[in-house]
């Protein structure tokens, strides 16, 4: 017995190998993308930001093998620049042939993504884990990120940022975008 | 001694150490801990359900720090070469197979198939105690994709009537 063991070690060995090779080439990976201030609108009633994963190098790297994408969230700093607190939500469209002046357009035409943020009246910092459970409709948010991926399509999509109330007195001074995604080859 | 060896066939193994993710972003190096029953089946073969707790290690990335998530595993291995007591050192290869179930805040739980393969080395150290050391190496099947991580345990195996 022991000489049949010592022969099939090597060959255990190979698989182990080739298996694990396997894991160079695939495996979990967190793409963060930063938002700064230059890139943030602002409108009477909310703000806005597009998202471009297409310029983000990570994500070109594995854009063609993503099998799926675990969770999306954010970090974010925010003023709240009203005298009490304010209920902040994100929505999300890729579609950018709706002209949408007003919060109740953005309302009509975008998901809602994030919800339940309540910003103090001050400076405001919202972490990555803090915002993944904030987090709703993750399908949707999901399609639509990876429809980003999608070559037919137009680059980019919008996220909102609106008040639960008006007015809207919030700024967000930058965000980021942080994407986890598995691919494989 | 050798007669007695061969009648140890049930066993029974507590054992623990660190577990490493392979290309897994978001989950830091962990531990895991775990327990067994060793059922000699024929000679030269051996038969191991297993119940394993894992916790990964936090994930650290400039923009912050995500919790690493929590593994429990219910499994089977088959030893090749690693059945009995063994009298001194005596290598084994090992496979299996086991449902891994992930959680961790605000991810979905997930509850997966998953298989396993590694080598071990067991060392009879007297009175049917055994020190039992192993690699693994684990793939949980994910949605079309996978999940795979190592982890490196020592432990003790009692022999039972020994």
Redesign the interface.
């Known amino acids: 017995m022991k000489k049949v063991s010592a022969k099939l070690i090597p060959f255990f060995g190979l698989v182990v190998v080739t298996i694990f090779a396997g894991c160079l080439v695939s495996g979990t990976f967190v793409i963060d993308l930063d938002i700064d201030n230059t890139d943030i609108s602002t409108e009477s009633e909310f703000q806005y930001f597009i998202v471009d994963l297409t310029d983000n190098e990570d994500w070109e790297d594995h854009r063609d093998k993503i099998e799926f994408i675990d969770n999306i969230g954010f970090q974010l700093w925010v003023e709240n620049n009203g005298a009490s607190n304010a209920g902040v939500e994100f929505y999300i469209t890729r579609d950018f042939s709706v002209d949408i002046d007003n919060a109740q357009e953005v309302r009509d035409n975008a998901i809602r993504v994030l919800s339940g943020l309540t910003l103090v009246s001050d400076d405001n910092y919202i972490d990555w884990p803090t915002s993944l459970g904030l987090v709703e409709n993750l399908d949707s948010l999901k399609s639509i990120v990876l429809t980003e991926n999608d070559e037919d399509t137009d680059d980019g999509f919008v996220i909102y940022a609106l008040t639960t109330t008006l007015p809207f007195e919030i700024t967000i001074d930058s965000a980021t975008v942080i994407v986890t995604v598995t691919a494989s080859e | 001694m050798i007669s007695s060896a061969s009648a140890a066939g049930i066993g029974l193994g507590a054992y623990g150490g660190p577990a490493i993710p ?6 830091g190096n962990g531990l895991v801990f775990g327990a067994k029953a060793k059922l000699n089946l024929i ?2 073969f051996a038969f191991e359900p297993n119940i394993n707790f894992l916790s990964y290690g936090d ?1 650290e ?7 690493g998530s929590k593994v429990t595993y219910f499994g089977a291995d088959i030893l ?2 690693g059945a009995g007591l063994p009298i001194g050192p005596k ?3 090992l496979g299996g197979a086991g449902l891994y179930s992930t959680s961790r ?3 979905e739980d997930a509850s997966d198939f998953g298989f396993n ?3 071990g080395m067991e060392i009879g150290i007297g009175s049917g105690i055994a020190l039992d050391i192993r690699g693994k ?1 684990h ?1 949980i099947m ?7 991580f190592v982890t490196v345990t020592g432990g003790l195996n009692y022999y039972l009537g020994y």
């Open positions: 392979i290309v897994q972003d978001d989950q000679p030269g994930a990335f400039d923009f912050g720090t995500r919790e090749f070469g290598v084994y290869l805040d605000n991810d393969f590694g080598l190496g793939v994910f949605e079309g994709a996978s999940k795979k």
